[in-house]
């Protein structure tokens, strides 16, 4: 069984071949710049060469290129977009209008090839061949599992981080497990735009997995193995742009947040996780700090094993927990990725043992 396990962030993109029949320390990985961090830099080549860009492709995730867009409109240059590319920057078109970037139709675009055309896309299937081929390695792949930050299509006029805390609290509240955060491309919610266009660029027929990208680091956290043997832990994932905690018991979720890591350091983390824990942190505290926010659905007066994953694990600095550093089959970066292979063992029926094997080995 070989599975290609992406994990896309907003500073890298980590990528892993996992092939059950090889010990996982020995299988294939690359830890590559992000989808975002590519595009923010072709956008500021193409405004310091002074070229007006066109956006065509499907929704991906924006952050750096947010930031780089605004750059180049700011410097008075051309910016067009399909209206599909368009939804990376934000969900209102004409908020992305009011960003100084013109929405065209995708027949329209075919007469602008004297610009920098920019095809957007979180998964590049063929990046990863050719890096793949490169090295020789065997480039087919029996499923594919990718993890994004989906923030979800909000409405006109409502926060895109009000907009996902809802939808994951709906679903943790639904059903009460990590594994809840996965789906097989068939059974995404039409909300799911990011997570929908991602499962449209790949092109096999084998199954696809999207899961959500601090769902699956914690997911691959804990196949670590000190947090493998603990039935009741705090697991934290401080990526480059958001940080989440789930408080964990018995595979149980007892409580969630979610913040921007830029906004956090030693002191806020371990009272964010001594709240969690507890039971008194509040949704309304974490978002009007700039966060996501919090959910609470059990509290304990026993204090979790804390383990902390993640490449900003910097950020903890000066805290006083007793911060685990988690490192599952040898490799935190991947931990993401050994996540969606742990999930696909869950949502794809008769794959669970063979996978469960394969990474039993390696933990």
């Not at 008075?76 to 599909?84: H, K, P, V």
């Not at 992305?96 to 299937?125: N, S, W, Y």
């Amino acid at each position: 069984m070989r599975i290609l396990a992406v994990d896309v962030g907003t500073g890298t993109q980590d990528i892993l071949l996992f092939d059950g029949s090889r010990v996982v320390e020995n299988c294939v990985k690359m830890i590559m710049p992000s989808p975002t961090a590519v595009l923010a830099q072709r956008i500021s080549r193409a405004t310091a060469s002074r070229r007006p860009i066109l956006f065509t492709g499907v929704t991906m995730g924006g952050g750096p290129s947010k930031r780089a867009l605004q750059r180049h409109t700011g410097a008075g240059l051309a910016a067009y977009a399909t209206s599909q590319a368009a939804l990376t920057f934000n969900d209102d078109l004409d908020v992305v209008r009011g960003m100084g970037v013109t929405i065209v139709d995708p027949t329209e675009a075919a007469e602008h090839r004297e610009f920098e055309v920019i095809d957007l896309k979180d998964l590049d299937l063929e990046a990863i061949r050719k890096a793949l081929d490169a090295f020789g390695v065997d480039c087919r792949f029996d499923a594919v599992a990718v993890a994004v930050l989906d923030h979800g299509f909000a409405p006109p006029g409502v926060s895109n981080r009000l907009f996902r805390f809802q939808y994951l609290e709906r679903l943790m509240m639904e059903r009460n497990e990590l594994a809840a955060l996965a789906y097989v491309a068939a059974d995404l919610p039409d909300y799911l735009t990011r997570m929908k266009a991602v499962a449209r660029s790949v092109d096999l027929d084998v199954p696809v997995l999207l899961m959500d990208t601090g769902a699956a680091a914690v997911l691959g956290a804990l196949q670590d193995r000190e947090v493998s043997r603990r039935d009741h832990t705090m697991v934290v994932n401080m990526g480059n742009s958001h940080t989440v905690a789930f408080h964990l018991r018995g595979g149980r979720i007892e409580g969630f947040l979610e913040h921007h890591t830029n906004l956090l350091n030693g002191a806020k983390l371990d009272h964010l996780v001594r709240a969690l824990a507890t039971g008194t942190l509040t949704n309304s505290e974490v978002y009007q700090d700039g966060g996501h926010g919090a959910v609470v659905m059990g509290s304990s007066r026993r204090r979790p094993f804390v383990a902390i994953a993640g490449p900003r694990q910097d950020v903890a600095a000066g805290s006083q927990l007793r911060l685990h550093r988690a490192v599952p089959h040898g490799d935190m970066m991947l931990a993401g990725c050994y996540g969606l292979v742990s999930a696909c063992g869950l949502r794809i029926a008769g794959w669970r043992e063979e996978i469960d094997r394969a990474l039993a080995v390696g933990a």
